[in-house]
């Protein structure tokens, strides 16, 4: 279940990454576009991390994988994966922390993610949505070969306003490892 890049080790959540997973998921630009509240509160933080730590990620459901950069052993984030119930699909979605976004952590995280889902357990296709607002993670998805899909007007309303949703796939038959 572990993942390694050349500068990350994707890994399962441990009970002592409560308090970083709760510190950067209380950062107000983390949060602006996520479903949850900043702050988040450490005791949410435990709950979720124990829940991250019960899950299989080759189940159906969802999986946390913790993004820890090797330098320094530090969780900078994290990438989920939603596997369907048959198998063949799954969504994803990345929250990195703000000290550790535009470093290229988030692009080769999810390249390792995406690589073992397509590779290794032969899904054929990965989903991502995100705000229409939210142009880093469209950026992102675009970067790394997904294609815009649809455009779901005031589909979701969160935190006391409608926001629009952009829809992306990739098939297993378009992932090609992408250059940074």
Known sequence: MLIATERLVLRRFRPADAAVLAAYRSEPEVARY????????????????????????DQPGWFQYAIERTAGHELV?????????????????FTLAKQHQK???????VTAV???LFRVRGLHKVAGECDARNLASAGLLERLGFTLEGKL?????I??????????????????????
């Open 34 to 57: 996520q479903s949850w509240d900043a702050p988040f509160p450490l005791l949410r933080a435990e709950t979720a991390v124990a829940n991250f730590i019960a899950s299989d990620p």
């Open 77 to 93: 984030g994290d990438v989920a994966v939603h596997l369907h119930d048959n198998l063949k699909q799954a969504e994803i979605g």
């Open 103 to 109: 470093q290229g952590y988030a692009f080769e995280a």
């Open 114 to 116: 995406l690589d073992r």
């Open 153 to 157: 007007r005031q589909q979701t309303y």
């Open 159 to 180: 935190k006391g306003e409608w926001t629009d949703d952009l829809i992306y796939g990739l098939l297993s038959n378009e992932w090609l490892i992408p250059s940074s």
